[in-house]
């Protein structure tokens, strides 16, 4: 795709984005020269595709336009566990640059259908490093990554059954809502995997949510209205601080 096509489709994808994401990705490639884009490919990723494999060489970047992503450890037992889900705007493959390590720490893997810009490690690696303003943004967004990735671990610890479920949801919320309301289709594997529990400890604490009122079930959906979402919130208050 040439230089003005690659624009072209950018501008169409943000045209999809949120105002802030679009903003975000906007300002992030305000400086990058015209053969950054000439050589990045905006690729589509279907629902459920690995795209990056943990202990593989470090060969591209992929810059997350539109859709959803998640970060997978199996090295637990062999239990496939989600610990971060990611949304436009994340950079997968420049930490690995940044700290020189040759092979991806994680495995990344589409929870929606997905857009990216990917470009291969030696471009990345040539433009980043003279374009300051991409450069101070990455680095923000790793930190920040790295700091909630560590405080959820510390938190996950501490919670148990049906409280890392609620702290599961009300942390997804916002990215889910709708018209004051968020619609999980997500099944109880699923759950089980982004919360570290097995799916008997998962239906479980789904139950005993439903029967409380947190959330409502319509066949596989949980559904939360803003009413339950405030609920749990404050049903954390005395467990976790920031709620």
């Known amino acids: 795709m040439s230089v003005n096509g690659n624009i072209t489709k950018l501008v169409e994808v943000q045209k999809e984005l949120s105002p802030e994401m679009a903003e975000y990705i906007g300002k992030y490639l305000s400086n990058a020269p015209y053969w950054v884009l000439d050589s990045a490919q905006i690729v589509s990723k279907k629902k459920d595709t690995m795209f990056i494999e943990e202990n593989t060489p470090v060969d591209f970047v992929y810059i997350l336009l539109k ?12 239990v496939a566990y989600d610990y971060m889900w990611f949304q ?3 950079n997968f ?11 991806y720490m994680t495995t990344i893997m589409t929870v929606t259908d997905c857009t990216m810009l990917v470009m291969s490690k030696k471009n990345y690696e040539r433009w980043i490093w003279d374009d300051k303003n991409a450069l101070q943004m990455e680095i923000i967004s790793t930190g920040n990554m790295l700091l909630d990735q560590n405080r959820t671990g ?3 610890l501490f919670l148990q059954g049906m409280d890392r479920i609620i702290y599961f949801f009300v942390r997804n919320y916002n990215q889910q809502k709708q018209d004051n309301m968020a619609i999980f289709d997500i099944s109880r594997q699923e759950i089980a995997e982004r919360s570290g529990f097995s799916v008997k400890t998962v239906n479980r604490a789904v139950k005993k949510m439903e029967e409380e009122g947190y959330i409502t079930k319509k066949g596989h959906k949980i559904i939360i209205s ?5 609920k749990m919130k404050s049903y954390l208050a005395p467990i976790v601080e920031e709620y």
Request: aromatic share 14%; charged share 30%.
């Open 67 to 78: 859709g959803t992503v998640r970060a997978v450890d199996y090295r637990i037992k062999g």
């Open 154 to 156: 510390r938190i996950f």
């Open 88 to 90: 436009p705007g994340k």
């Open 93 to 103: 493959g420049a930490m690995e640059i940044f700290y020189k390590i040759p092979l």
């Open 226 to 230: 803003e009413e339950q979402y405030l």
